[in-house]
């Protein structure tokens, strides 16, 4: 494509900076309050260090977008000049600055780029007031290593310049390349490659039947990126009736909410699907369109049971007619994929938190699917966690079975068992105290075997770490597991997600086996290891809450 003849062509300027403390990328990218990525030399001190850490950018390709929520367009400019003063060949931009996780993660992939770089928050709010975030992902469309990530940091604590250029905001509202310096600006259509890809994965002429038919499904896309995507794809190309999309215009504060596909945040679909007026079926997504939630009339699947029903079933979609090689999920995800992967004879891994620990499984071919009880499912055809696509996958399993999903979820429990899930989180503690609550535990670790509290006793206890099969890196202190004698599990552990003070993560789980009782409310079937989990950790004195503000 022609650039256009009226691009400026500004020389590149350095300007002397001096570091910020704390820009040490977490569990999914550097995020803070957006106010301080507001402040001058902020945003840019953090680029400028994504650039040098790779090795400088240089005749480099780079994918840009973002969700879309409040100072993503400024942050887009910022980073393009910065990109182009620092020499790089081609950057491929969302038109308005927009992208969903996934979508980057495949373009990086489709165009054999360099890198990227998102900019979110994923499920935290938006606003001047509320969160943002900046990711970089690696030449395999996945989140940047630790090894990356930690060079990154390193770098920003001793920058002392960055370079841009002196030029005007780039028109990014209408498709074609534009000229900014010597880089070449590519402003794409965000949906269509990724809708194309969607194509190939899934059957959607089965999908298209299905609502033909009269099947109704509502997905809740909160007012975040995942609109113009799931429009696009459910309503216009597989014929899900006008409106099934709801809250489908990405808003930069998303309308208020807080873009978190799961019962408490997405409060509206979950209490619809509960209720005598449900549609067969209802979904949503996050800020970033990575998570997703899944529900069927009257039921609530969690993610982790999700994990494990797409798993077993993935083989009804063309994409993995083959079948899987491979589950891998998180340590604190339910193992009921475990359960399957063993029915299989396929590989299971098990993984710290955060989707960048996926990466180097699905790079080596050891794995097909993965998922987070965190509300991430995905597959080895991005290196993200993809929201649509596990709404897709669940649709092609739906029109392949045409059974509602009530019906599978049973039916995979009585082949499997259930397990019983819930995550209770503990949000704005204070560190030190969340810190105190882990460090005594981690002391008590060797003295848990044979103990008993509430009644269960402690079968084994550990501070879970990481042997990557592939590169061979540990990861340690990843969350405390104990393990009970009959089969319960409670995982400890501190997010590394949050901006305000810490999260505590305490995850319970109890395995009722085949021919159990598998309709229990799941905090009847946990209220014994609820029991157990406040006997051992002392939650209630260390965080000074006696309920956890948020039930998942
Ligand atoms: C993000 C990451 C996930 C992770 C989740 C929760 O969504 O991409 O991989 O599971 O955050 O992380 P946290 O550290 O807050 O429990
Ligand atoms: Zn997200």
Request: with cysteine; proline share 6%; glycine share 12%.
């Amino acid at each position: 494509m022609p650039a256009s003849p009226d691009s400026p062509a500004p020389a590149p300027i350095t300007v002397a900076t001096s570091p910020f403390q704390g820009q040490r990328p977490g569990t999914s990218g550097l995020r803070k309050k957006t106010r301080v990525f507001m402040q001058p030399g902020y945003l840019e001190n953090f680029t400028q260090s994504v650039f040098d850490a790779i090795g400088g950018l240089a005749g480099r390709v780079l994918v840009l977008g973002g969700d879309g929520r409040f100072f993503n367009a400024a942050a887009i400019q910022v980073i393009l000049r910065m990109a182009a003063a620092n020499g790089a060949a081609r950057v491929i931009v969302g038109q308005g600055g927009i992208l969903s996780t996934p979508a980057a993660s495949n373009l990086i992939r489709l165009h054999g780029a360099d890198g990227g770089i998102i900019l979110s928050a994923s499920h935290n709010p938006g606003g001047e007031d509320q969160d943002f975030g900046m990711k970089f992902n690696g030449p395999n469309g996945g989140p940047a290593p630790e090894a990356v990530t930690e060079a990154i940091h390193a770098r920003s604590l001793e920058i002392d310049a960055y370079r841009t250029l002196d030029s005007a905001d780039l028109d990014l509202s209408t498709l074609g390349c534009r000229q900014l310096g010597a880089t070449e600006v590519e402003i794409i259509d965000p949906v269509a490659d990724y809708a194309a890809l969607m194509e190939r994965l899934f059957d959607f002429d089965a999908i298209r039947a299905l609502f033909a038919g009269g099947f109704t499904m509502r997905f809740d896309a909160m007012h975040a990126v995942t609109g113009p995507y799931a429009r696009e794809i459910f309503e216009r190309r597989l014929g899900a009736a006008p409106g099934s999309v709801v809250n489908a215009v990405p808003l930069p504060d998303f309308g208020g909410g807080h873009p978190d596909p799961n019962p408490v945040w997405a409060r509206e679909l979950f209490d619809l699907m509960m209720g005598a007026e449900a549609p067969d079926f209802g979904a949503a997504s996050d800020g970033d369109g990575d998570r997703n939630m899944i529900m069927g009339r009257g039921v609530y699947v969690t993610p982790s049971d999700s994990l494990a029903v797409l798993a077993a079933n993935a083989a009804l979609a063309p994409g993995y007619a083959a079948g899987i090689r491979g589950i891998a999920r998180s340590m604190p995800t339910s193992r009921a994929a475990d359960r399957v992967a063993a029915a299989r004879g396929v590989g299971m891994y098990e993984t710290p938190t955060g989707w960048k620990f996926f990466g180097n499984l699905l790079d080596a071919g050891r794995v097909t699917i993965c998922g987070e009880e965190s509300a991430g499912t995905g597959s080895d055809h991005v290196r993200e966690k993809d929201g649509l696509w596990a709404v897709l996958l669940w649709l092609n399993i739906l029109a392949a079975r045409r059974e509602p999903v009530a019906a599978i979820m049973a039916a995979h429990w009585a082949e499997y068992g259930r397990d019983y899930y819930s995550r209770h989180d503990y949000e704005a503690v204070a560190a030190d105290r969340a810190e105190a609550l882990i460090a005594r535990l981690r002391a008590l670790l060797p003295a848990l075997p044979g103990q008993e509290f509430a009644g269960l006793r402690v079968e084994s206890a550990d501070d879970f770490a990481y042997h990557d099969p592939v590169d061979g890196s540990t990861s340690a202190h990843q969350g405390i597991r104990v393990m009970f004698t009959d089969g319960s599990r409670v995982v400890l552990r501190l997010s590394g997600t949050g901006t305000e003070g810490a999260t505590l993560r305490v995850y319970l789980e109890r395995h009722a086996a085949p021919g159990e009782d598998h309709g229990l409310a799941p905090e009847t079937a946990l209220a014994p290891v609820i029991a157990a989990a406040e006997a051992l950790a002392l939650i209630r004195g260390h965080t000074g809450r006696d309920r956890p503000d948020v039930t998942t």
